[in-house]
């Protein structure tokens, strides 16, 4: 039996993760701000393993607890081979300029983007040091981490927080016992909510909202679905883990 953790599922690559995980050999428990019911109903009719818990990430005092409910559910079942975290969950806004942005604007950015991965990282690791089973981290970071624009400031520096902090986790975690395996990731140009977000920003807050709309109507997004089978291809891979940093899919 596979464990699966997996935020952001209540759309988008997080969701399409979560509905390919569903089968007979996994257990998938899913975390967003609101249960996802269409993937509640799928793996019910698929007699699928999936648990949700409904959680808001920007209220990080209750990640510890969320992870201790989950952490103990699966040392409970039987056969346990191997445990993944996909850390997904993430948020863009605010996209303006940085004397326009409010501080709530800024605390949630970086709250969802980097500190509720990082605590969610340290408790997978604290509560599971003991389990000599395979264990994987995946971060979703972003190519905003590497190559910046205007006005994108509180996102594109939670990612590179994000891929510093995988990349420090790869070497902590370099001769412990039961380590785990750990890396950042770039999934590329994806057609999620996100992107249509950022397509409907003003150009007076946003310089490069142009060449957004046009990359869509060009066709050039890929699709959750297909984005989420790389992302699954790659984290499931015997290489898995050697690079704390992956920049192409």
Do not use: W
């Not at 609101?34 to 990640?63: H, M």
């Not at 993430?90 to 950015?109: A, K, R």
């Not at 604290?126 to 624009?149: C, F, I, P, Q």
């Not at 891929?163 to 070497?171: A, R, T």
């Amino acid at each position: 039996m596979k464990a699966f953790i997996v935020t952001g599922t209540s759309r988008g690559i997080g969701e399409a993760l979560a509905e390919l995980l569903l089968h007979r050999d996994n257990i998938v428990y899913c975390i967003s701000r609101t249960t996802n019911e269409r993937l509640v109903k799928q793996a019910a009719q698929q007699n699928a393993r999936l648990r949700y818990y409904p959680c808001d990430l920007s209220k990080l005092t209750d990640i510890d607890g969320l992870m201790e409910t989950i952490i103990r559910s699966i040392k409970q079942e039987h056969s346990i081979a191997s445990i993944c975290v996909i850390n997904n969950a993430g948020m863009l806004p605010p996209v303006m300029p940085i004397g326009q942005c409010e501080t709530e604007q800024m605390i949630d950015n970086v709250s969802i983007n980097l500190l509720a991965p990082m605590i969610i990282t340290s408790r997978f690791i604290g509560l599971t040091k003991e389990m000599a089973v395979d264990k994987r981290m995946m971060n979703v970071s972003s190519g905003s981490a590497k190559y910046l624009l205007p006005s994108q400031s509180c996102y594109s520096t939670a990612k590179a927080g994000l891929d510093s902090f995988s990349k420090s986790i790869h070497l902590e975690q370099q001769n412990v016992p039961n380590p785990v395996k750990i890396a950042s990731v770039y999934p590329g140009m994806i057609d999620t909510q996100m992107q249509a977000e950022i397509r409907s920003v003003s150009k007076e807050n946003f310089p490069f909202v142009e060449q957004f709309i046009q990359l869509a109507q060009a066709g050039m997004l890929e699709t959750a679905e297909k984005t989420a089978k790389k992302l699954l291809q790659l984290l499931l891979s015997e290489s898995y883990g050697q690079a704390p940093l992956v920049e192409e899919l």
